[in-house]
């Protein structure tokens, strides 16, 4: 299964709750870059100089490291893809790479305003550690600073700054937003309204995963 939409819709957020609760691995590409990142490797040189302006890491690259996931966590009842993904091109590589097992069975697409998107992004604080999404105002964690699920610090990330934002939604528009499209036709789309509740939205996903 794959999570679609825009930067902000709460994908990262409903990933580990659907993950939990069908116990299915998950992975976020995003986080795959910001953990090559933080252990200082090439690929995480390399991402960091698209990240920091809100463009894409190049396909071959993202490709490759989604992939390595994916093989790693073969046989294990399926996997969720979070933020993997986002052109046409990355969409291709995956129905050609995963074919024999069956390919995507739902692309889960969810729906948020960008008036909201703005706001949840303005606000969005992330774990060093583990990456777990929360907002300043909306999901507080317990401890200001600290993460409920590891204790780790909570931060800022710097392409959730406002210029960035911008761009990044741009680029979602054009690059992302028609594999909306793509999986209408290849009939796996289910949409889901993003702007409800936390549990609200979670609820209306696990519904989607069994239509
Ligand atoms: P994405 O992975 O799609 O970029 P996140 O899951 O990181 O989005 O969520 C973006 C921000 O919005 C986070 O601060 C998160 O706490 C908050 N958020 C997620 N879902 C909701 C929701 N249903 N209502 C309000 N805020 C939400
Ligand atoms: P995210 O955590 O999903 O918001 O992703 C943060 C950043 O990582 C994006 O703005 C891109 O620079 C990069 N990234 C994540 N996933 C992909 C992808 N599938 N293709 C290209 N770049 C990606």
Request: hydrophobic residues 35%.
């Amino acid at each position: 299964m794959i999570l679609l939409g825009p930067p902000g819709a709460g994908k990262g957020t409903q990933a580990s709750r659907i993950a939990e609760s069908l116990s299915v691995p998950k992975v976020a590409s995003g986080d795959l870059f910001r953990d090559q990142q933080a252990r200082d490797t090439k690929l995480g040189r390399l991402a960091r100089s698209y990240m920091e302006t809100g463009g894409l890491v190049p396909d071959d690259v993202t490709i490759r490291i989604v992939m390595e996931w994916i093989k790693a966590h073969e046989g294990e009842g399926g996997f969720l893809l979070d933020g993997f993904p986002r052109t046409r091109v990355q969409a291709e590589a995956l129905d050609r790479e995963i074919v024999e097992s069956g390919g995507i069975d739902r692309a889960l697409y969810v729906n948020v305003s960008t008036k909201e998107l703005v706001r949840r992004l303005a606000g969005r604080i992330i774990c060093r550690s583990c990456q777990t999404p929360y907002h300043e105002y909306s999901s507080p964690p317990i401890m200001v600073g600290k993460c409920d699920r590891c204790g780790g610090d909570l931060y800022q990330r710097d392409d959730d700054k406002a210029e960035a934002v911008q761009k990044r939604l741009e680029v979602y528009f054009k690059e992302t937003d028609p594999l909306v499209q793509f999986y209408r036709e290849a009939g796996i789309l289910r949409e889901i309204d993003g702007e409800g509740t936390v549990e609200d939205v979670g609820t209306a996903l696990l519904e989607a995963i069994e239509r």
